[in-house]
């Protein structure tokens, strides 16, 4: 009995040194966020500042154009994550409850965008906008990814969960295909639509290399790109500066995962299990 | 009857028009057009291309940078597969228990895979300058030699892989997680009753139950390996330095594309990196009917 | 005669409405041009330029000049590449001098001949030494802006403490590694303060001590790769005994760290910018000097460097009017003496030496004037070719990096570098 409480103790004990080495790398990051310059060009490395200069976070706030930064992160993200979760949910139902010629071809087409890696569409895509004069513009960053393959698989697969018999009575009713996919559907796959958006949020908002083949000018620059460029200009001169901006940069994704841990956490435990 | 199904087909296309046109457009579509950007050589600038045939193919073998970044990639996923799934097992055993606040342990291993990668990228830059880094402090203080790091053309790799590794483990781990509690206890019985000590639990139990959650997370693992773009072009600004250590293979493609413009030559590069994707699954797909165990 | 009086007293109201309406009709708005600057987004340069452009924006009605930073020259490089390819390309920009070849010779430049021969712009003025590098077969396509050469700032205090002539900095590399062990200070493995400190893995550097050692990086051509001629591999030798193994240079690819680490007192020297001349007289709490970067056996020599203005053929004629008006006003000699001061740039022209406010300049800050005549003297033109980025620094770039950073064999690095940048310069 006492050999079982002593293990799980030092079970428990390992579990916290552990966790705390693996956090620790974020520690630095928030307190040297609120240092002083010279704090950081001191050795030994010191880990309180000497002094809190929350001020950091102002300065630069203003020393790039973040606020710009963040607000095309967030019409940006919030297009995408819309405009997917609408499409997706259409050509979900299509998938899961009618019939349709080339129904199974036209899903292998929709499987092969999550397969075909971004490098192989790169340059067409960047001739594409080109053309269409939408280079440098929110278009660009946003209607490429309109469609998404996991979105509608993962959205098929939870309309394809609902009993028949909520179809049948809505039909019953006189029901519509729109109407049974907004009255019928859509509530009941909530926690998978939930999931999606919240997933695509985050691999949206944390994009560099897209926004940084697309855009050119200051102004478009979303906030993954502004903080690298950010961080060629300040690294090894103003480390607290960069660590506050790599704060800003995460802050919400973050805050949105501590939010909804157990949806992020879940959803990518079920996509792994399928296998 | 024969008009039911017209509509039926007629109210599917509907729905699935605003997903149809930009898959044509942005996936159908360009995976074409790149096969056919290959055969030319082009600086995106002028109007006419150069058909050039497979002369971008055949350069493969003269571009010593190429190899180098081959070499790379192959150094790198392979680190970083290995170390990660390693790791993120033995985390995975470590939190497989009732544990006293599990989800914030969970949810510490895990905020690295939620951080975006340039966020990460200048934070490890920090971690790893070489005069007044915590890595290198941490090193001296238990009497081990202080490192260059990103300045050295021979750890620079290493330094983001070892970054890489911690960032992958917290999602591996979760993954994992999910597989060891579909374990039945039952097997744990079986083995209690039979005496078994804990190493032949783990392998001959936890690892065959957990081959299939294994081979998924090294073939999604690897995808991952051989794209990755986001801490090379911070950490090396954009060189892919020092010396071309880190240049993998979808960051030399970036540089021909869009540094140098030969939209040619990057079109090829791009099918090598999909083509040496696929094979690697494929053969590890064929690898798994030695080890991977499905009950 | 009440209602006549009304119609006549509106007509009366509407014409001078009419008259005063008019003059604003027929005064057009301005033309809106936009430069780009590879320039820092805070500091002098930055609030020297913004000063020039607030006041030219003020002195007309007809022109606007926008500035836009765009990092450094060779982030600059990039984006203005990806803007031609993408039809979006700036009003003018300043680019680096070693840049201009391939641009110009793709047609994208606008030759300047005919301008700069227009009496107004008083060609004959430009400091003859600045245009070097602004010619491309024959014909001219940049007005030198904001120019500098390579230069050595020196620590008086640490020479003194050093024991070391306090005013005479090593003249030679020779005499430099000699005396370096007593300016360098140790704690175990790891040094605290170096003797001299640069980013010697850059082209720019390297091609200085190239210089110094009586060779070339590229032939005069820009042909053929040199840089694995025995004058480089003995410039790359020197550098990699005195950083790997004497362990007195520090080869820092941070360029804006080495002022840092300079104020800071980590380093004695440092091989850097003529440029950074107003950083260091802000901040430097010691009493420090220029002087040229070492030499070899013969005369020192200084690389040029910066950034030079260029106009592009495809913009419409009006705004390439807009441009080469804003060009002309800001190198004139008040203008180009006003850069020079608060900058540490060299004066565009020879008649701004004579610039009253230049010469009180001077006369408080010595080493401005010192840094500008040793930038005159001792200064010496960069390579042209066409294609410096893929023909050469694409390839010895990583063999700088390998053989400072990585321990690898100068002249094997070199050889392989050359053979494979022979292939690209022979080609074109």
Redesign the interface.
Known sequence: MIRRRIGSVA??L??VV??AA?????L??LL?AVKPAQD??????TWLPSTWRFENFLEAWRKAPFARFFLNSVVVVSSITSIQL???S??A??FAR????G?HL?FM??L??MM??????????F??LKHLGMLDTYWALI??????GFG?FLIRQSFLSIPQELFDAATVDGAG?LRMLWQVCIPLAMPALVTFGLLTT?WN??E??WP??VTNSLEMRT???G??VF??SE??TS?NL??A???F??MP??LL??AA?RY??QG??RV??K? | MRAS?LR??G???A??L??????V???????A??GY?SLTEWN??TPTKQFVGLENYARFAHD?ALHRAILNTAVYAGAVVAGGMVAGLA?AL??N?P??LR?L???????PT??????L???????Y?P????MN?AL??VGL??G?WL????SALWAIIIMMV?QT?G?NM??L???LQ?IPEELYEAARIDGASWPRVFWRIILPMLS??L???VIVSS?QAF?V??PI??MS???G?????TATL?FY??RQ?????E?GY??AI??L??AI?LLFSAFQLWLARRWVFYD | MFRRAMIVAVLFVILALLGGLMPAAAQRPPVTVTIWFPLPTGGPLKEAMDDLVRRFNLSRTDIRVNVELTGDYWQNY?KL??A??ADAPPDAAMIELMQIPEFAEAGILLPLDELARQPDFNFDDVARALLGNSYWKGRLYAIPWQRSTTMLYYNIDALKEAGLPEFSPPSTWDELRRVAPRLVTRQ???VLRFAIEGSF?HDWLFENLVYAYGGRVVSADGTRAEFNQPPAVAALTLLRDLARHDRVLNVN?NFPQIVDNFIAGRTVMIAHSSFALSLITERARFRWSVAPIPAVRRDPVLNAGGGNFVLFSKTPPERQRASWEFLKWVTAPANTAFYSMRSGFLPVRTSAMQDPQLQDHFRKFPMAKKSIELSLQYGRGRMVVQNV??GVR?FL???L??VL????DPLQSLNEAAT?ANAVLGAK
């Open positions: 079970v428990h390992v579990v552990v966790a693996f956090f620790l790398p974020f630095w990051m040297t950081t060009f001191t050795y030994p490395p609408v499409t997706a259409l050509a139902y299509a009618l019939r349709f010629p129904k036209l087409a929709y092969s965008i075909v890696p971004s490098q192989v569409t790169l340059i067409p895509n001739i594409t209607v490429p990814f309109a469609a998404t509608t295909h985050m908002w944390n560099l290399f940084l083949i906030m993954p790109l903080l690298a961080t060629h690294q090894g480390w960069l660590m901006g790599g704060i940069t995460a994704i973050v995962f501590l841990q992020y956490v990518i435990a792994g299990i296998g | 199904r039926e087909a109210v599917a296309f729905f699935l605003p997903s149809l046109v930009p898959l457009v942005f996936t159908l579509y360009p995976l057009y790149s950007l995106l600038l010593p985390l470590l939190l228990r544990l006293w989800p342990w969970r949810g510490v291993f895990f905020v939620v951080v975006p990668l340039v966020v990228s200048a934070l490890w830059l920090s971690i300058d005069g007044f880094g915590l402090y001296r203080s030699p202080a260059q300045s050295s053309p021979v911690w483990t999602y979760v993954i997680l999910a597989g579909n299939p959650t081979l998924f997370l995808i794209r773009f986001d072009f911070v600004h954009g060189t330095g020092p010396a071309n250590s979808v493609l970036y594309a869009f540094m140098f413009f939209a990057a079109s791009a099918y990196t999909v994707v | 990039r590449q990806t031609i390819v175990g493995d790891q893995n690819p980025e893929r694409q770039l990583p063999a990096e390998a950073l990585g321990g690898a494979r």
